[in-house]
C-alpha cells in the first residue's frame, strides 16, 4: 500500500521493530517458540483487555509467548451472554480459552483514561444518533454500569465519574462472565477462578478486585 507522510514513518518504525524482535527477541526465545509449536499453546491465564495502545497485557505482566491467551475489544466489555446465531467475537475468544485451552484463570483488566468508557459516559446525555458508526452503539452494551454510577454519584466531578465507571464495567463483566454456563460450570467446580483488575496508565498502578470488600485494592 502506497502512502506517505507519517504513515511512512509509522511503517519505518513498525519494520524497525521487527528487525530488532528478530535480532534479539528471536534468538533469546527461538527454543521456546519451537516447543510452544511442537507442543502447542497452554497458557493458565487470559486476559480479556480494552483494544487501548497504553495497556498492553504482555507488557504489564512481563509475559512470555504462549504465557497469556489475549482477547481485547473496546473497553473491555462483556457482552450479555446470548445463544443465538450472530456473531460473537468476544465469545468465541472465551469459548476457546475456556473449552479448548482449559485456562485456570479469566482476568478482566480495565484501564484509567479508557476512551470507550468516555464515550459510554457521554452515551447518556445523546439523544438520536450516536456520533460514531460503531462506538456509542457497543459501548452502550455497558449501560447498566452507567445507569448505576449515575444513580449513586451523580454528583460527583466527570473525572471521578470516569474511574468510577471503569470499575463499574469491570463488575459488570465478572457478573455476565458468570451467566457464561461453560464459565460458570468450571468457577463451581474449582477448575477456574476470575478476577477484576484495573491498571492505571497515569501512575502504573495495578488495582484488584477484592471479592469480599467490592473494593479495588492496590497489588503490592
Ligand atoms: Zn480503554
Same mark, same amino acid.
Request: aromatic share 8%; charged share 25%.
Given at each position: ?34 516447543r510452544l509449536t511442537r507442543d502447542g499453546q497452554k ?21 512470555? !509467548?504462549g504465557?497469556? %491467551?489475549?482477547? +481485547?475489544? &473496546? /473497553?473491555?466489555?462483556? $457482552? ?21 485451552l ?27 444518533? !450516536?456520533?460514531?458508526? %460503531?462506538?456509542? +452503539?457497543? &459501548? /452502550?452494551?455497558?449501560? $447498566? ?53 484495573? %491498571? ?21
Amino acid at each position: 500500500m502506497g502512502q506517505k507522510g507519517d504513515c511512512d514513518m509509522t511503517d519505518k518504525k513498525l519494520i524497525f521493530g521487527y528487525q530488532t524482535f528478530r535480532a534479539q527477541h528471536w534468538p533469546r526465545f527461538r527454543e521456546l517458540y519451537e516447543r510452544l509449536t511442537r507442543d502447542g499453546q497452554k497458557p493458565k491465564a487470559m486476559i480479556l483487555a480494552c483494544a487501548d495502545s497504553r495497556v498492553d497485557p504482555a507488557t504489564i505482566f512481563s509475559a512470555a !509467548p504462549g504465557d497469556l %491467551f489475549v482477547c +481485547r475489544n &473496546v /473497553a473491555n466489555i462483556v $457482552p450479555p451472554y446470548a445463544s443465538d446465531r450472530g456473531l460473537h467475537s468476544t465469545e468465541a475468544g472465551l469459548e476457546f480459552a475456556v473449552n479448548g485451552l482449559k485456562v485456570e484463570h479469566i482476568v478482566l483488566m480495565g484501564h484509567g483514561q479508557c476512551g470507550g468508557i468516555e464515550a459510554l459516559l457521554q452515551t447518556d446525555a445523546l439523544e438520536g444518533e !450516536p456520533p460514531t458508526e %460503531f462506538i456509542h +452503539r457497543w &459501548v /452502550a452494551l455497558a449501560a $447498566p454500569a452507567l445507569r448505576l454510577v449515575l444513580e449513586k454519584y451523580k454528583d460527583r466531578p466527570r473525572r471521578e465519574l470516569q474511574l468510577l465507571l471503569e470499575e463499574e464495567n469491570i463488575r459488570l463483566g465478572l457478573s455476565r462472565l458468570m451467566t457464561y454456563p461453560f464459565i460458570r460450570q468450571r468457577i463451581e467446580s474449582g477448575e477456574m477462578a476470575l478476577h477484576g483488575w484495573h %491498571f492505571s496508565v497515569a501512575d502504573g498502578i495495578l488495582m484488584r478486585l477484592n471479592p469480599e470488600t467490592d473494593c479495588f485494592e492496590p497489588v503490592r
